[in-house]
């Protein structure tokens, strides 16, 4: 299934129950004072898209990156999905809980996409989904998606009710604790059997 025109990525924040309990004891500090009662996102703009096999430029002030891998759900319109599809969420790591700033998630090319999108009634249950992350070759994690807070409907579903999503809108499933970090030279790979492998490498800003 070929990837149709994207719009607008947003990414989720503290949907992996290992996230959200390893944040638990800052949520009752001020200003929130309690846990989020609806889902936190964040947009990962149209400059930090990397293809699949794209080389990905580290600024000269970026020594290392941590890896975000995760699912996008791709949609049709509305509360309707196209499909999945692979997505690194890369991020310069920071102490930062609702609110990550703009400087550390949005570098330019600091989102590879995969290549091949599943649609939904081939991909099963995104619960049973489970990544395997690679750096160099060595495995380095593996997500599962069962553990998440909000599954993919139910994320889905929440977040329609304050925004509509749009055809070619994506909505990013959440990143487990745990990322691996990776430097220039590392190449990384984020594969599932129904939806291939991602891959790309980091390179140097040129001087």
Same mark, same amino acid.
């Given at each position: ?14 949907? +992996?129950? @290992? $996230? ?10 001020? /200003?929130?004072?309690?846990? %989020?009662?609806? %889902? *936190? ?29 995760? #699912? @996008? ?16 969420? =890369?991020? *310069? %790591? ?5 609110? %990550? ?5 949005? #570098? ?19 619960? *049973? +989904?489970?990544? $395997?992350?690679?750096?160099? @070759?060595?495995?380095?994690?593996? *997500? ?35 990322? /691996? =970090? ?5 190449? #990384? ?15 140097? $800003?040129?001087?």
């Amino acid at each position: 299934m070929s990837m149709p025109a994207m719009r607008t990525v947003y990414g989720t924040l503290l949907n +992996f129950r @290992g $996230e959200f309990d390893a944040w638990a004891p800052k949520m009752n500090e001020a /200003p929130y004072k309690a846990p %989020p009662k609806a %889902p *936190v996102l964040y947009i990962k703009p149209a400059n930090t898209w990397s293809a699949d096999g794209a080389a990905i430029t580290l600024p000269a002030n970026v020594p290392q990156v941590e890896v975000g891998a995760t #699912i @996008g759900m791709v949609m049709k319109g509305g509360s309707e999905v196209a499909g999945y599809v692979l997505m690194n969420d =890369l991020s *310069v %790591p920071h102490a930062s809980f609702f609110r %990550p700033p703009v400087k550390f998630k949005c #570098i330019d090319g600091f989102l590879g996409i995969g290549s091949r999108l599943r649609a939904r009634n081939e991909a099963g249950d995104p619960s *049973v +989904f489970k990544l $395997e992350v690679r750096i160099n @070759g060595e495995l380095k994690q593996t *997500v599962r998606f069962a553990d998440l807070v909000r599954p993919a409907d139910r994320l889905l579903a929440d977040v329609g009710e304050f925004m509509t999503m749009a055809a070619g809108d994506v909505l990013m499933l959440g990143c487990d604790v745990g990322r /691996p =970090l990776a430097r220039v030279g590392d190449t #990384i790979s984020i594969s599932m059997p129904a939806l291939g492998t991602l891959t790309n490498t980091l390179i140097a $800003e040129a001087p």
